[in-house]
């Protein structure tokens, strides 16, 4: 609802990593904000995946954690902690 009330459409959600690549390959988004903490597989991971081919959409990553606890982004353009997420916050990564 946040990112929705700033502009931004949202065209889908997934609770977990399978379904997050899943929704990558059959929604085709233009951005995606992902969780760094999934049930299953952890964000990182699912961004590079996502990013392994070089193409895709851009990934944003967020958490409740620090981001020097998470070393690297797995392919993702940015990290924005979970108590600064904002549109605005957003976009100056994209």
């Given at each position: 609802m946040l990112l929705e009330s700033e502009g931004y459409s949202v065209v889908g959600e997934a609770e977990d990593g399978q379904?997050?690549?899943?929704?990558?390959?059959?929604?085709r988004p233009d951005v995606v904000l992902l969780d760094v903490q999934l049930p299953d597989i952890d964000g990182i991971e699912v961004?590079?995946?996502i990013t392994a081919n070089g193409s895709g959409p851009a990934?944003?990553?967020t958490s409740s954690r620090a981001?020097?606890?998470?070393?690297?982004?797995?392919?993702?353009?940015?990290?924005?902690?979970?108590?600064?997420?904002?549109?605005?916050?957003?976009?100056?990564?994209l």
């Open positions: 379904s997050a690549l899943a929704a990558v390959r059959d929604l961004a590079s995946r990934i944003v990553l981001l020097e606890d998470l070393g690297s982004l797995g392919g993702a353009r940015g990290f924005v902690p979970k108590s600064e997420l904002s549109g605005e916050a957003l976009e100056a990564l």
